[in-house]
Structures are given as C-alpha cells and as structure tokens.
C-alpha cells in the first residue's frame, strides 16, 4: 500500500474504533438503566439478539465465511459480544454500577488480548504500548473509586461477572485478527447463532420480567441494544481489529470508563467527582500515547 492509502486505512481504523468507543459508553450505562428498570439480563440478551438476528438472518446465507475452519467458526460466535459476554456484563452491571464494569471489562481487556497475543500469536506489544496501557488502568481505577467505595455484598461477583466477560472477549480480538474476519462475516458469526440458539432457549426456560415492564423501557433497550452493541459495534469491532490491531482496539476499551462516566450524567444523573475528572484526564493521555504504538510480530499464529 501507498503512504496515502496507509493512512487513510488507519484514518478510517480510528473511526470505526471512536464508533465502538461510544457504542460501549453507552452499552455500560444503558444496560445499568435497563437493570434498574427491573428487566433480567436474559431478557435484555433475548431483545438484543432479536433485533440483531431479524436484520442479519437474510443475508446469512450469503455472508457467511465457509473457509473458516470449524475451530474459528465456535470461537467467533462463542467468544465474540454475542449472548455469553452479554450475559456476563448484564449480570455484572446487575449487581454494580457502570463505573465498575468501565473499570473491570474494559479495563482489563488490554490486559488479557496482550496475554493471549503473546501465547498464541508470539505478538510483542511496544514498550510504548505497554506504558499506555499502564496510564489507562490506573485512569479507569481512578474513575471507579468512588463506585467501588459505595459497592455491597454483590460486588466481588460483579467484579468475577466483569473479568469473566473481558477475557471471553479478548479471545474475539484476537482472532479477529489471525483469520482477517471481514465486517459483515463478523456480524453474520455473532447474531445468526447466538440469535438462533438463545431465544428460544429464553422463551421456553429462562425466568423473565418483560410482561411487567413498560413498553417504552422494552422499546428503548430493544433499539439500543440490537442496533448499537448487537449491530454497529459488532462491524465496527472487525474493521478497528482489523486496521489497527487487537492491543490498540481492546486500549480503547480502557477508556470507556471515562466517557461512560460522563454520559451517566444526563442519563443516570451521575455528576463526576474531582478524583473522576482526574481519571477522566490521565485516560485520555493513556489513549493517546496508545494510538501511537505498534505491535511487533514474532511469527505467524500456528
């Protein structure tokens, strides 16, 4: 590729990644709302991927990637941000508040990718990325204190719920990746089988409250979250991983504490605090640094 086609690739990397940055702020506080409202992490799962299952399952047929080993094929729709992460980040958020999932999902997602670059891939984060990554946990820690102060009894579950979830989807980043997994091949491998195997297992077994719930709560989370975390995000994950690589696209998830921290204002009423604010600077520092880094690669994934 040319200089200029080079960096008009990455260009548009940073942009899918910005997209996926604010899709996640507000998948964390949107989902803490949903929770409260009384809805069950089954039902929010079930209305997601009845969303995202009507608009993929006609295209799924021609989209899907059948040079994919079955290996990948199971690691894509397991592991990706389909019905198992979904549940694990709604029974996180269940039982503490947004501040903690930006702080233990996100925040530990880079941690996790660049553990499973370097077993699988032998991929060598920089030095500078290993100090960005550094500036944006002690960031998202910081955005968290006050929550993890306030938190009860539910909070060493949450924070099992949060880990869980990061390292089911680092295992996604990567092979992202290795197989060079095309956008819409990506959306096809997460919603059609999580769609097809989940629902119906939520309608015939799983507890739900969605017939006490107002249909505007139902509306709005079905909206938000088939369309935002179950749509969009899923094609604008595998063009960021893709472009920019796993280390920088699970970075940026680090630095989802902070904004989600900011919407939470006119949406939960949250208003930061200074040692917030103060996270909320030294994650973005930490972001910045990260953009620039690179990984090298030792040899191939075998």
């Given at each position: 590729?040319?200089?200029?086609?080079?960096?008009?690739?990455?260009?548009f990397g940073l942009l899918s990644a910005a997209g996926v940055f604010c899709i996640?702020?507000?998948?964390?506080?949107?989902?803490?709302?949903?929770?409260?409202?009384?809805?069950?992490?089954?039902?929010?799962?079930?209305?997601?991927?009845?969303?995202?299952?009507?608009?993929?399952?006609?295209?799924?047929?021609?989209?899907?990637?059948?040079?994919?080993?079955?290996?990948?094929?199971?690691?894509?729709?397991?592991?990706?941000?389909?019905?198992?992460?979904?549940?694990?980040?709604?029974?996180?958020?269940?039982?503490?508040?947004?501040?903690?999932?930006?702080?233990?999902?996100?925040?530990?997602?880079?941690?996790?990718?660049?553990?499973?670059?370097?077993?699988?891939?032998?991929?060598?984060?920089?030095?500078?990325?290993?100090?960005?990554?550094?500036?944006?946990?002690?960031?998202?820690?910081?955005?968290?204190?006050?929550?993890?102060?306030?938190?009860?009894?539910?909070?060493?579950?949450?924070?099992?719920?949060?880990?869980?979830?990061?390292?089911?989807?680092?295992?996604?980043?990567?092979?992202?990746?290795?197989?060079?997994?095309?956008?819409?091949?990506?959306?096809?491998?997460?919603?059609?089988?999580?769609?097809?195997?989940?629902?119906?297992?939520?309608?015939?077994?799983?507890?739900?409250?969605?017939?006490?719930?107002?249909?505007?709560?139902?509306?709005?989370?079905?909206?938000?979250?088939?369309?935002?975390?179950?749509?969009?995000?899923?094609?604008?994950?595998?063009?960021?991983?893709?472009?920019?690589?796993?280390?920088?696209?699970?970075?940026?998830?680090?630095?989802?504490?902070?904004?989600?921290?900011?919407?939470?204002?006119?949406?939960?009423?949250?208003?930061?605090?200074?040692?917030?604010?103060?996270?909320?600077?030294?994650?973005?520092?930490?972001?910045?640094?990260?953009?620039?880094?690179?990984?090298?690669?030792?040899?191939?994934?075998?």
């Amino acid at each position: 590729m040319t200089p200029v086609a080079k960096s008009n690739e990455r260009i548009f990397g940073l942009l899918s990644a910005a997209g996926v940055f604010c899709i996640w702020s507000g998948f964390l506080v949107f989902s803490r709302a949903g929770m409260q409202s009384g809805l069950t992490p089954f039902d929010l799962t079930a209305l997601r991927f009845l969303v995202t299952g009507a608009l993929v399952l006609p295209f799924a047929k021609a989209w899907w990637p059948r040079h994919l080993p079955l290996h990948a094929i199971l690691s894509m729709s397991i592991c990706g941000p389909g019905a198992l992460y979904s549940i694990l980040m709604y029974f996180g958020l269940k039982g503490a508040s947004a501040a903690y999932g930006g702080a233990f999902a996100n925040g530990s997602l880079p941690i996790f990718t660049i553990l499973l670059g370097l077993l699988f891939a032998r991929r060598v984060p920089s030095r500078r990325q290993l100090i960005a990554v550094l500036i944006l946990l002690v960031g998202a820690v910081l955005v968290a204190l006050p929550g993890m102060h306030a938190g009860g009894n539910s909070v060493a579950s949450a924070i099992g719920f949060f880990l869980a979830a990061s390292a089911v989807l680092s295992i996604y980043f990567v092979g992202v990746k290795h197989w060079q997994i095309e956008a819409r091949q990506a959306l096809v491998l997460v919603s059609v089988p999580n769609a097809l195997l989940f629902v119906p297992v939520w309608f015939f077994f799983l507890p739900s409250t969605m017939q006490d719930a107002p249909w505007s709560t139902i509306l709005l989370q079905a909206a938000f979250q088939g369309l935002g975390p179950g749509f969009l995000a899923v094609i604008l994950f595998s063009i960021s991983v893709r472009i920019l690589g796993p280390t920088p696209s699970a970075g940026l998830a680090a630095a989802v504490p902070a904004s989600a921290t900011l919407l939470a204002i006119p949406i939960l009423g949250e208003v930061p605090t200074t040692i917030e604010w103060i996270g909320i600077a030294i994650v973005t520092a930490g972001l910045i640094l990260l953009l620039g880094g690179h990984a090298k690669t030792k040899s191939p994934f075998k």
